[in-house]
T-cell receptor, first 116, second 118 residues
Framework: DAGVIQSPRHEVTEMGQEVTLRCKPI?????LFWYRQTMMRGLELLIY????????DSGMPEDRFSAKMPNASFSTLKIQPSEPRDSAVYFC??????????????FGQGTRLTVV | AQKVTQAQTEISVVEKEDVTLDCVYE???????LFWYKQPPSGELVFLIR??????QNEISGRYSWNFQKSTSSFNFTITASQVVDSAVYFC???????????????FGTGTRLQVTL
């Protein structure tokens, strides 16, 4: 299996621009997560989906952030407009159905976002 | 609310030394899962182990071992005979049990940076 695939790996954008991060989860996984990692706040969960439906978006910092999962194999995280404080590494992760007890999440390689 | 504390910010050891990374957790759930992840310098997060709160047996995998003690709410990770390739940031994480609705929602600690030198 190819694992969780994120694109782009690096993104540099100017303040005010729209940024879209993309994720392809592991086939067969029912949960998809978006995490953000910064030095100040560590790893924080932004939002997660179960069977393409957003379950908990309480970690989304502001209305500038939005996430979608149009199908089981694709998700996007969009920031519009972007600000310098959004600079971070954004991770996408996926996991199997919780009922199977194998709840560990597998992470993509992350997208390093720099907003200047 | 769930909380994971990794009090050791950074640890430096010389190759072949044993090292233990501490993890203390807080949860009100009666069932829960504990995890360890490794983040090498390349940046990806690598899953190492999952432990169910019902299972307090220690686990060994090669040079890695984990000590789960429910009485002290700890889930410590020991690397035996450390190697330079073990240099990474290690994260402990916690999620709710299967009956809590939060089984897939990970709460991470702040991580411990391990530096192994020759």
């Amino acid at each position: 299996d190819a694992g969780v695939i994120q694109s782009p790996r690096h993104e540099v954008t100017e303040m005010g621009q729209e940024v879209t991060l993309r994720c392809k989860p592991i086939s067969g996984h029912d949960y998809l997560f978006w995490y953000r990692q910064t030095m100040m706040r560590g790893l924080e969960l932004l939002i997660y989906f179960n069977n393409n439906v957003p379950i908990d978006d309480s970690g989304m910092p502001e209305d500038r952030f939005s996430a979608k999962m149009p199908n089981a194999s694709f998700s996007t995280l969009k920031i519009q407009p972007s600000e310098p404080r959004d600079s971070a590494v954004y991770f996408c992760a996926s996991s199997l159905v919780a009922g199977q007890g194998r709840t560990e999440a597998f992470f993509g390689q992350g997208t390093r976002l720099t907003v200047v | 609310a769930q909380k994971v504390t990794q009090a050791q910010t950074e640890i430096s050891v010389v190759e072949k030394e044993d090292v233990t990374l501490d993890c203390v957790y807080e949860t009100r759930d009666t069932t829960y899962y504990l995890f360890w992840y490794k983040q090498p310098p390349s940046g990806e997060l690598v899953f190492l182990i999952r432990r169910n709160s019902f299972d307090e047996q220690n686990e060994i995998s090669g040079r890695y071992s984990w000590n789960f003690q429910k009485s002290t709410s700890s889930f410590n990770f020991t690397i035996t005979a450390s190697q330079v390739v073990d240099s990474a940031v290690y994260f402990c994480a916690l999620s709710g049990g299967l009956n809590t609705g939060t089984a897939s929602k990970l709460t991470f600690g702040t991580g411990t940076r391990l530096q192994v030198t020759l």
